[in-house]
T-cell receptor, first 112, second 112 residues
Framework: GDSVTQMEGPVTLSEEAFLTINCTYT??????LFWYVQYPGEGLQLLLK?????DKGSNKGFEATYRKETTSFHLEKGSVQVSDSAVYFC???????????FGAGTRLAVHP | NAGVTQTPKFRILKIGQSMTLQCAQD?????MYWYRQDPGMGLKLIYY???????DKGEVPNGYNVSRSTTEDFPLRLELAAPSQTSVYFC???????????FGSGTRLTVV
C-alpha cells in the first residue's frame, strides 16, 4: 500500500540555520503531497502542498518540490526561527479512499 | 469561529470503560475523519465518512465505532477501553479539495 517515510528526529538547529527534512513516498498513481505542521498542544495545520510532479509548494519561507523521479518531497527553509519549533509531517493523499497517509513526523527544535 | 471542535480535550478511562469522543464541524464539509496519533508513529486513520449516513473503516478500526447521522457531527465510540487505546485522537473534516483538510485540536486519552 501507499506509504510515507520521513527522517527521524529530533532535529536541533540554531536560529538562522538551514533546514532540510527528508521525505520519500511509495504510491500507485499520482498522489498529491503535503507538509503539515503541529505546534505544541495544537492540531495539524497545512504548511504547503504540491499536486503534480515538479510543482513547488511554498509558505512562510518553507519550500518543497514534488520529485516524481526520486519519489521525494523534501522540506527546506533557508533560515529557521525559534518560532518554527514544531513537529512536521509529510503526507500524501490516497486518491482512491480520499484519505491522507502520514509519515511518522519529525520534531524540530530551534534554539537562539 | 468556523472549524472542527473536539470534546473533551483530556480524559482518563479505566480499563473496560466506554466513552464517546465528540467531533463537530460547522463548515458543511462532507468528508470527516478520525485519526489517532501515537508517539513516533505519525497519524493512523481509524474511520472516515464521505457524507451523512456513510462510514468506512480505516487502517486501525478495531475497538472503535462511529456514526454519521448529520453532516456536522462524527462521534467516535470506544467500547471496553484498553491500554493500547491510550493516544491522542484527532478529528478532521475536508471540503471537496484534496488539500482542504481542517483538523481539530485533539483529545488526549489515557486508559489505565
Amino acid at each position: 500500500g501507499d506509504s510515507v517515510t520521513q527522517m527521524e528526529g529530533p532535529v536541533t538547529l540554531s536560529e538562522e540555520a538551514f533546514l532540510t527534512i527528508n521525505c520519500t513516498y511509495t504510491a500507485t498513481g499520482y498522489p498529491s503531497l503535503f507538509w503539515y505542521v503541529q505546534y505544541p498542544g495544537e492540531g495539524l495545520q497545512l504548511l504547503l502542498k504540491a499536486t503534480k510532479a515538479d510543482d513547488k509548494g511554498s509558505n512562510k519561507g518553507f519550500e518543497a518540490t514534488y520529485r516524481k523521479e526520486t519519489t521525494s518531497f523534501h522540506l527546506e527553509k533557508g533560515s529557521v526561527q525559534v518560532s518554527d519549533s514544531a513537529v512536521y509531517f509529510c503526507a500524501l493523499s490516497d486518491q482512491r479512499y480520499n484519505k491522507l497517509i502520514f509519515g511518522a513526523g519529525t520534531r524540530l527544535a530551534v534554539h537562539p | 469561529n468556523a472549524g472542527v471542535t473536539q470534546t473533551p480535550k483530556f480524559r482518563i478511562l479505566k480499563i473496560g470503560q466506554s466513552m464517546t469522543l465528540q467531533c463537530a464541524q460547522d463548515m458543511n464539509h462532507n468528508y470527516m475523519y478520525w485519526y489517532r496519533q501515537d508517539p513516533g508513529m505519525g497519524l493512523k486513520l481509524i474511520y472516515y465518512s464521505v457524507g451523512a449516513g456513510i462510514t468506512d473503516k480505516g487502517e486501525v478500526p478495531n475497538g472503535y465505532n462511529v456514526s454519521r447521522s448529520t453532516t456536522e457531527d462524527f462521534p467516535l465510540r470506544l467500547e471496553l477501553a484498553a491500554p493500547s487505546q491510550t493516544s491522542v485522537y484527532f478529528c478532521a473534516s475536508r471540503d471537496g479539495r484534496i488539500y482542504g483538510y481542517t483538523f481539530g485540536s485533539g483529545t488526549r486519552l489515557t486508559v489505565v
